[in-house]
């Protein structure tokens, strides 16, 4: 399996748990802050992960170019 193709999974697997973790957040009731923590840090890191992997996948298509 080449970069690209492992960059692209990647990104797809970070936006699937990115938007899992806003679903999440917009569906659970806030009763407490200790359930908001694990829908929070989905997104977040998720979102984190997607940037990364976008950069990278521009990175280096920029290199074939």
Request: hydrophobic share 50%.
């Amino acid at each position: 399996m080449d970069k690209k193709t492992k960059l692209i999974i990647g990104l797809n697997g970070c936006l699937i748990v990115c938007l899992f973790g806003v679903y999440r957040l917009m569906l659970e009731v806030p009763s407490t802050v200790n359930s908001l923590i694990i829908p929070i840090v989905f997104s977040v890191t998720g979102f984190i992960g997607f940037v990364g992997n976008l950069i990278e996948l521009k990175k280096l298509n920029s290199n074939f170019s």
